[in-house]
């Protein structure tokens, strides 16, 4: 028998951002579901797959970027802190000491914008205050 769920949690569009979820979920999907009635801006979600089974739980952190920003150095590749110092798609994860960033998806919430969404594996950030939580939504 699966102990397996779909879950899905809040994000706000704001890097880096970390979400606590069970240790080895699989991102599906983000997407947006719904208005937020404060700001009146579509809510985005990821989806998720994950064991419920598992009680550890593991940080994971989600960067968002506008196309035309600079991606060097980052795709798949080690991550040193001189380079976390530089602008563009970098800036966003200035407090990466460690790790690398990988692609995980495209949203596009109006005909005008869309939000590139990286992951930070192995990441090491030197001011985890700095990350906001997300909030898990069921």
């Not at 700001?39 to 419920?52: C, I, K």
């Not at 919430?109 to 869309?114: A, I, L, M, Q, V």
């Not at 990441?123 to 939504?137: I, K, R, Y």
Request: charge should be negative.
């Amino acid at each position: 028998m699966s102990n397996k769920t779909i879950q899905k949690y809040r994000l706000h569009i704001r890097s880096p951002q970390t979400i606590a979820m069970p240790k080895g979920a699989q991102v599906l999907k983000f997407g947006f579901q719904g208005v937020d009635s404060e700001t009146q801006s579509l809510r985005l979600y990821v989806w998720v797959l994950a064991d419920t089974s598992v009680t550890e739980m593991e940080d994971r952190v989600f960067g968002f970027f506008h196309t035309d920003e600079t991606l060097h150095p980052l795709c798949d590749l080690p991550v040193s802190a001189n380079e976390a110092a530089t602008g563009g798609i970098m800036a966003a994860f200035a407090g990466l000491r460690a790790g690398r960033l990988e692609y995980r998806d495209t949203v596009i919430p109006n005909s005008t914008t869309e939000w590139h969404i990286f992951e930070g594996v192995n990441v090491e950030l030197t001011n985890p205050n700095t990350v906001d939580a997300g909030e898990e939504a069921r």
